[in-house]
């Protein structure tokens, strides 16, 4: 008689595995680029102080520069990561491992998310200082960066899973963060109607929205707790379609 086959991995410590595997495995190749990611939205922070004196607007740039950190390594890498994985190879890696598929993509996403947390905080501390912004409500960060990291590192693993080639996950993956730049700095009331239209589907725009509403001196809560609910809701959304690409290009 054949011997039994063990049990399937379960999720969570699946999950647990994967977030040390890749966590270990980024750590060196991908804090330079955080540094850059940081430099770069800083650089943007700095910029717009020259046309930005306060009020909504210097809201919005504090807010979309530091959430463009996240869209930097959960959007634009991730969606490289994956798409280099994809076409070398390394899915069939995966593959053979007895691990769900979720467990694969939400470890590589959380992974890739947890690189955000350093250079979010010090962009958007920097920034409040900058626009003389008060920082009494920044702990709001504890909720945008995971619940933003998770909408965009789902939405960066499924480009770099769908895309037939490296290159074009790379090239939507650009695309990707220069959207979150455009869309997420520029104040909402300054955009036409159809690209605001095109904002409201950004998975990064209602993390934004929260974190520029926590600067106000009587924040709204309710209005906050309700993008961030949005912004989970997207967050869930995204994982689920990037599981579904990991399961379609794993059996192909």
Same mark, same amino acid.
Do not use: K
């Given at each position: 008689?054949?011997?039994?086959?063990?049990?399937?991995?379960?999720?969570?410590?699946?999950?647990? +595995?994967?977030?040390?595997?890749?966590?270990?495995? #980024?750590?060196?190749?991908?804090?330079?680029?955080?540094?850059?990611?940081?430099?770069?939205?800083?650089?943007?922070?700095?910029?717009?102080?020259?046309?930005? /004196?306060?009020?909504?607007?210097?809201?919005?740039?504090? *807010?979309?520069?530091?959430?463009?950190?996240?869209? @930097?390594? +959960?959007?634009?890498?991730?969606?490289?990561?994956?798409?280099?994985?994809?076409?070398?190879?390394?899915?069939?890696?995966?593959?053979?491992?007895?691990?769900?598929? *979720?467990?694969?993509?939400?470890?590589?996403?959380?992974?890739?998310?947890?690189?955000?947390?350093?250079?979010?905080? &010090?962009?958007?501390?920097?920034?409040?200082?900058? @626009?003389?912004?008060?920082? !009494?409500?920044?702990?709001? $960060?504890?909720?945008?960066?995971?619940?933003?990291?998770?909408?965009?590192?789902?939405?960066?693993? #499924?480009?770099?899973?769908?895309?037939?080639?490296?290159? $074009?996950? !790379?090239?939507?993956?650009?695309?990707?963060?220069?959207?979150?730049?455009?869309?997420?700095? $520029?104040?909402?009331?300054?955009?036409?109607?159809?690209?605001? %239209?095109?904002?409201?589907?950004?998975?990064?725009?209602?993390?934004?929205?929260?974190?520029?509403?926590? @600067?106000?001196? #009587?924040? /709204? %809560?309710?209005?906050?707790? &309700? &993008?961030?609910?949005?912004?989970?809701?997207?967050?869930? $959304?995204?994982?689920?379609? #990037?599981?579904?690409?990991?399961?379609?290009?794993?059996?192909?």
């Amino acid at each position: 008689m054949p011997a039994p086959l063990a049990p399937r991995a379960r999720l969570l410590p699946s999950l647990a +595995a994967v977030y040390r595997a890749q966590l270990s495995r #980024a750590r060196v190749a991908r804090i330079p680029l955080l540094f850059v990611a940081t430099f770069q939205s800083v650089g943007i922070m700095v910029l717009m102080r020259g046309v930005v /004196d306060g009020g909504a607007e210097a809201r919005a740039v504090v *807010a979309g520069s530091s959430v463009l950190v996240v869209a @930097f390594v +959960a959007l634009n890498l991730l969606a490289q990561y994956f798409g280099q994985l994809r076409a070398g190879g390394g899915l069939d890696h995966y593959a053979t491992l007895p691990v769900p598929p *979720a467990a694969v993509v939400l470890g590589a996403a959380a992974a890739y998310a947890s690189f955000t947390v350093p250079g979010t905080v &010090f962009t958007a501390i920097t920034g409040s200082v900058l @626009f003389q912004l008060p920082m !009494t409500h920044l702990w709001v $960060l504890v909720a945008v960066i995971p619940l933003s990291g998770a909408a965009l590192a789902g939405l960066g693993a #499924a480009l770099g899973l769908l895309a037939p080639r490296p290159e $074009l996950a !790379t090239l939507l993956g650009q695309l990707g963060m220069s959207a979150a730049l455009l869309l997420g700095v $520029l104040p909402a009331d300054r955009l036409p109607g159809p690209v605001g %239209w095109a904002r409201d589907l950004l998975p990064s725009t209602y993390g934004v929205e929260a974190l520029a509403r926590s @600067f106000d001196a #009587a924040p /709204d %809560w309710g209005l906050i707790g &309700f &993008f961030l609910a949005i912004c989970a809701a997207v967050g869930v $959304l995204s994982l689920a379609v #990037a599981t579904w690409a990991y399961r379609r290009a794993a059996v192909r």
